[in-house]
Nanobody, 124 residues
Framework: QVQLVESGGGLVQAGGSLRLSCAAS????????MGWFRQAPGKEREFVSA????????YYGDSVKGRFTITADNAKNTVYLQMNSLQPEDTAVYYC?????????????????WGQGTQVSVSA
């Protein structure tokens, strides 16, 4: 099994920044792609970004391109999501996910393991 623990969420004003972290443990050798999804109240889970562990392939959802940056530290088994120019519409619970395959899919079904989520709230 693979365990994922997110941290770094919080409350920030519009235009501000946050950095989320996702620490992976357990059988991390089974994972090939690490991703971030988010879910706002009353909305479906939305793909945010993904990366392979070597950072050679990165993917972004259209709504965050140019504002968010995903990176992976293979030695620490940790993935980061740097979020800049945050807007109220970015308010959501952010989930870290791991896939056993290399994938750029925006579907949550491509991912096998999930963290518990961390709340990000952006005030106007």
């Amino acid at each position: 099994q693979v365990q994922l623990v997110e941290s770094g969420g919080g409350l920030v004003q519009a235009g501000g920044s946050l950095r989320l972290s996702c620490a992976a443990s357990g059988r991390t050798f089974r994972t090939r792609t690490m991703g971030w999804f988010r879910q706002a109240p009353g909305k479906e889970r939305e793909f945010v970004s993904a990366t392979t562990w070597d950072g050679g392939s990165t993917y972004y959802g259209d709504s965050v391109k140019g504002r968010f940056t995903i990176t992976a530290d293979n030695a620490k088994n940790t993935v980061y999501l740097q979020m800049n120019s945050l807007q109220p519409e970015d308010t959501a619970v952010y989930y870290c996910a791991a896939s056993r395959i290399i994938t750029g899919s925006a579907s949550s079904r491509a991912y096998d393991y999930w963290g518990q989520g961390t709340q990000v709230s952006v005030s106007a």
